[in-house]
């Protein structure tokens, strides 16, 4: 069945990007969800944009890569010193030997829209351009439980996320994504790859602090780097929850 990408981003002039979504839908599901998405642009609780652009086009079922969800497991942890712990003991468990130093990155990592791509070996940074960094994009969720579907109307970070990371670590280049919400009440995070699934730490940030980012942690040569980029930004992906 041929479908559509919808894509969404509104902001305004006080406060740049106010909000994001996406959605790769069957053509009789079209307008149903620009309509949705347009909502959500419309109620965001960061204030009215003054600006939106829907992009639509169109996406062959060729095109698409169907994914079945990572595994999700969660580590409760009571406060972000533990998180951060917790995401140390998994990374060495992925054999990063300069985990420490991963953790430092992301810690101090920039507002970036997009994520660092960083060399897990060398810690070099590998995106072309490092104020933008690389963007996940083209991908929906798709389930039987039109509930879930729906929730388009306002963001649900896991679900989104979960997909995000789906994409992100099937990529053969990758070997873990590492994630902080940048929305400042928003504590949850995580650590994604083949080997651990997608591990929600559930306390990583203090509440308040409006710093986030996410890290896909490499591992390649410059061929990689290039169809691992490309991936990320291009190939059209669902996954199925
Ligand atoms: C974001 O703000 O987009 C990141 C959300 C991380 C979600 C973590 C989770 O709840 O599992
Ligand atoms: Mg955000």
Known sequence: MDRYSIRMRASNAQQGHISGAEKIVPEPELELYCSRLLLRAMRHSKGKPDFI?????AVKEEEILHLPALPVTT????????????????LR???LLRAEEILALWRESPAMRGA?????DTLERLEPDRER????????????DEQRRSACAGKNHFN???????KVVSHPAILAELCISDDPDYVTGYIASRQLGYVRITTLKETGSPRGG?????RGDEKDREDCIRYMQEQKVIVHV
């Open 116 to 120: 660092m791509l960083l060399h897990a």
């Open 75 to 90: 580590v409760e942890t009571a406060d972000p010193a533990q998180g951060q712990e917790a995401v140390l003991s998994y």
């Open 214 to 218: 996410r890290i896909f942690l490499f």
């Open 133 to 144: 960094g690389i963007r996940a994009t083209y991908m929906d969720m798709e389930t039987a």
């Open 93 to 95: 468990r992925l054999g």
């Open 160 to 166: 989104e996320a979960l997909v995000l990371a789906t």
């Open 53 to 57: 652009n829907l992009k639509i086009e």
